[in-house]
């Protein structure tokens, strides 16, 4: 009888070691992704520690349900994005008057910048049907078939969705550069 009870400890023990290392090992490789996806999803890097620390967290709780390591990114990107919209169920809103409110741009730099900023205000201004499946491909690589997985999408749709995306993005860069020539000219 002690005999079994040490070997079924060994045995949790063991068990428990392998899903450390796992976990490790998973935490090693995707962190930045995630991360970076995280940012990008809530644009505050104090919000987007905090969302992913919370994924991680989920996923450690899980990880027994991970069947394919090759599924790993995808599966820790729909628990980030649950815990993005969990945000935002126990969230209550502050409003301001925009009266009260002096905004300005104390940041001068150079052109490039600038045009980076310009892009990613664009990006965005697009709404959320077209910017996520974007942003999966653009920061990711996700393939249209992936994207579909992903957000529960026909990739037919996913396809429309990045087109239009990439439309309205041009659309918009040219007509700035069209009302900046105007302008000046």
Avoid: C
Avoid at 24 to 44: C, G, M, P, S, T
């Amino acid at each position: 009888m002690i005999l079994r009870k040490q070997n079924s400890s060994a045995s949790v023990s063991k068990n428990m070691a392998d899903k450390q290392k796992r976990y490790e090992a998973l935490v090693h490789a995707l962190h930045a992704d995630i991360y970076r996806y995280a940012f990008w999803l809530v644009k505050d890097k104090h919000i987007a520690e905090d969302i992913v620390q919370e994924t991680f967290l989920r996923a450690w709780k899980s990880l027994d349900s991970l069947n394919d390591e090759k599924a790993a990114k995808s599966w820790l990107i729909t628990i980030l994005r649950r815990e993005n919209a969990r945000r935002f169920e126990r969230k209550q809103f502050d409003l301001v008057d925009m009266d009260d409110v002096t905004l300005t741009d104390d940041d001068i730099s150079h052109e490039g910048k600038m045009e980076q900023r310009e892009l990613r205000r664009h990006i965005a201004s697009l709404s959320e049907e077209y910017r996520e499946p974007l942003m999966l491909q653009v920061i990711f690589g996700f393939s249209g078939e992936e994207i579909s997985e992903q957000l529960g999408l026909n990739k037919n749709t996913v396809m429309t969705r990045l087109f239009r995306a990439r439309n309205q993005l041009k659309d918009a860069i040219e007509q700035q550069s069209t009302t900046v020539e105007q302008a000046n000219g």
